[in-house]
């Protein structure tokens, strides 16, 4: 994998690597930077190359401070729980933001509202609303992913998507400036945010309603019976592969071009919901997006429709 313009620079007659040049512009980082960490460890598919470098900030101070000292030709990629991203096999260029224990806060609020870090995990914000008598929230025991992603994607199932719910999202620009968005400011859409692409979310603020804790945890438990029954969820994969056309389901399409079980070397569209894929064991990054463009170019001969990713593909491939 290539480095970057601003780790290609040269000091002393050697090549410096982006660390290198980092290092010395973030002396008073509190969190980890580090080069070369594998990322298939951080993906649901367990595939992907390594970072060319790696933050994992402190809490939103310390990603601030370091983003507003990163140059600004450097790219910058937000990572969240790796539940819905291919991380192709040639790594991630520049510098991937891990949020972390800094980013892991739930906290009750007055008015049957909920704040989260931006690293929970959706589920864990279901079981807090849960907890404290706050209908509304449920939807998100079925979503596989964080709330940094949630609100990256309007993420939605069971009837529930994060625009219903959302308050305010709150987050630091590639500047390393604070910038808060109410609702209406983040442009929601199916399975999308108009919120600019540089910002890196840090918390979201959520409203519920008055609910019975038992009333909602049993609609969390149907929801969860429901996922077992009908998404491979044990085995290694990424969630809803395409988004749902207008009108239409993505799994229908998918089902009648032929291509339920479909597979690409260890890659395969799952028996059990034909619009995930699973990483059987062994397959590369490039198994799995092969696949999925196969899957694209297969529905749209037969059917007409171009199915739309709905999981996130970054970094680079690998070069041969």
């Known amino acids: 994998m290539g480095l970057c313009a601003a780790g290609r620079a040269r000091r002393g007659g050697r090549r410096v690597s982006l660390a290198d040049d980092l290092r010395p512009r973030l002396p008073e980082l509190r969190g980890r930077l580090t080069a070369g960490d594998s990322l298939a460890a951080l993906s649901w598919f367990r595939v992907g190359g390594p970072a060319e470098v790696l933050l994992v900030p402190a809490d939103e101070a310390d990603l601030a401070y370091a983003l507003a000292r990163i140059p ?31 980013f892991g806060s739930i906290a009750i609020e007055a008015g049957h509202r909920v704040r989260a870090g931006a690293a929970v995990p ?11 008598a706050i209908d509304g929230l449920a939807f998100f025991r079925g979503i596989p992913g964080s709330i940094g992603g949630a609100l ?10 994060t625009t219903d719910v959302l308050v305010s999202a709150r987050g630091v ?4 400036s604070l910038r808060v968005f109410d609702r209406d400011a983040m442009g929601f859409t199916y399975r999308h945010c108009a919120a600019p692409a ?14 019975e804790p038992a009333a909602i945890q049993a609609e969390m438990d149907r929801i969860t019976a429901a996922r077992e029954a009908s998404q491979p969820i044990r085995e290694k994969t990424g969630g809803s592969t395409f988004k749902n056309p207008p009108g239409g389901k993505a799994w229908q399409l998918i089902d009648a071009a032929g291509c339920r079980g479909l597979a690409v070397g260890d890659a395969q569209m799952s028996e059990m919901h034909c ?5 059987r064991g062994k397959a590369s990054a490039g198994d799995i ?17 171009s199915l739309e990713w709905e999981i996130k593909r970054l970094g680079v491939p690998r070069v041969a």
């Open 152 to 161: 990256r994607m309007n993420a939605g199932a069971h009837g529930g998507e």
């Open 173 to 176: 620009d590639r500047d390393g």
């Open 289 to 305: 997006e092969a696949l999925g463009e196969e899957v694209r170019r297969r529905v749209r001969q037969h059917s007409g429709t």
């Open 122 to 132: 959706d589920v864990k914000v279901a079981r807090a609303a849960a907890d404290a």
């Open 72 to 102: 600004a030709e450097v790219p910058v990629t937000a990572l969240g729980l790796g539940s819905n991203v291919i991380l192709r096999d040639g790594g991630v260029p520049g510098v991937v933001v891990k949020l972390g224990r800094g």
């Open 275 to 279: 619009n995930f894929l699973i990483n």
């Open 198 to 211: 540089s910002i890196v979310f840090t918390e979201a603020l959520f409203q519920g309603r008055p609910g």
